[in-house]
């Protein structure tokens, strides 16, 4: 079953907007991540933050985490073209455990 | 991901038939994952390793075995696949709670 649900399923803006998704998850985690898929490639990682954390950036990427909720939000400012793709977040289990669950994810497209 | 390397990379096949997918890194790292995507699922696991040899289920393990006998090398078996098993099929690996890096994937096609 799916850890984490992702909304929007899509998202349409324009070139310079922000961007935000969020992700909701069921049980405890030890961390949250967030992947991106470009169209026909694999995951790759852009961030992650541990659930004793509440905030965190890494260049045009902020993301929140509230435990409380059980939810997270990637938020990217002044989109660009290329930031068009599919974006996933995935839970750690407590315990420091490595199997992800990845949510259904957002497709995201930044038109010009 | 530039360590972790699929093949091949496209299969077409008929039912019943055994297929094989390799998995190869050279990051040295200690876990390797096999995952399935398909529409509305997100990236379901099918099979982890943590070490030589030392592998367990995943969510969507039925139909599928996996071996390790490298640290760099996972396999994934389909040993007479359905066409339900028509996906694409995602390897990763990783260290400890570190993020995964991911190959390009596989499509895989059973008519």
């Known amino acids: 079953s799916q850890q984490g649900e992702e909304d929007p399923q899509a998202l349409s803006i324009q070139e310079g907007e922000n961007a935000t998704m969020n992700c909701s998850y069921k049980?405890?985690?030890?961390?949250l991540q967030w992947y991106r898929q470009n169209s026909g490639r694999g995951l790759v990682h852009l961030i992650l933050i541990r659930s004793n954390e509440r905030e965190k950036h890494s260049g045009r990427l902020r993301v929140t985490l509230d435990t409380s909720k059980k939810s997270s939000s990637l938020l990217i400012t002044a989109s660009r073209a290329a930031d068009t793709a599919s974006y996933f977040c995935a839970t750690g289990p407590t315990g420091g455990g490595n199997k992800l669950t990845f949510g259904t994810g957002t497709q995201l497209k930044v038109e010009l | 991901d530039a360590g972790i390397t699929q093949s091949p990379r496209h299969k077409v096949t008929e039912t019943g038939t055994p297929v094989t997918l390799r998995c190869h890194q050279t990051e040295n790292h200690r876990y390797m994952y096999w995952y399935r995507q398909d529409p509305g699922h997100g990236l379901r696991l099918i099979h982890y390793s943590y070490g030589v040899k030392d592998t367990d289920k995943g969510e969507v393990s039925d139909g599928y075995s996996v071996s390790r006998s490298k640290t760099e090398d996972f396999l994934l078996t389909l040993e007479s696949a359905t066409s339900s098993q028509t996906s694409v099929y995602f390897c990763a690996a990783g260290s400890g709670d570190q993020p995964q890096h991911f190959g390009d994937g596989t499509r895989l096609s059973i008519l």
């Open positions: 049980t405890s985690i030890n961390n």
